[in-house]
């Protein structure tokens, strides 16, 4: 009842930037939260950033810190990663998640997009 769809991805330098995007449609009306993860080659996916659907607070993982910030256009319903000064270990399939009010799984994903930054 919630769709996202990640775009944005690509390949990138050290310490360049790219801003991936996630566009919601359905049930916006609720959502708790939308949230980027990312799981690189060989390893176990892991949580980016999360932004509260409503409230519009946000967090983020102390990898990234700094330098990536999440935001919203709510005209769009779309959610923003603008991911600064990008390192090679910041390589790997992004993906946003929708997480429903009162529930603790993430109940929506979108299908990822790939994003490598070379050294």
């Known amino acids: 009842q919630v769709q996202l769809v990640e775009s944005g991805g690509g390949l990138v330098q050290a310490g360049g930037s790219l801003r991936l995007s996630c566009a919601a449609s359905?049930?916006?009306?609720?959502?708790?939260?939308i949230d980027w993860f990312r799981q690189g080659p060989g390893k176990e996916r892991e949580f980016v950033a999360g932004f509260r659907w409503s409230g519009g607070s946000t967090n983020y993982a102390d990898s990234v810190k700094d330098r990536f910030t999440i935001s919203r256009d709510n005209a769009k319903n779309t959610v923003y990663l603008q991911m600064n000064y990008l390192k090679p270990e910041d390589t790997a399939v992004y993906y946003c998640?929708?997480?429903?009010?009162?529930?603790?799984?993430?109940?929506?994903w979108g299908q990822g997009t790939q994003v490598t930054v070379s050294s």
């Open positions: 359905g049930r916006t009306f609720a959502l708790y939260t």
């Open positions: 998640a929708g997480r429903e009010i009162g529930r603790l799984r993430y109940d929506y």
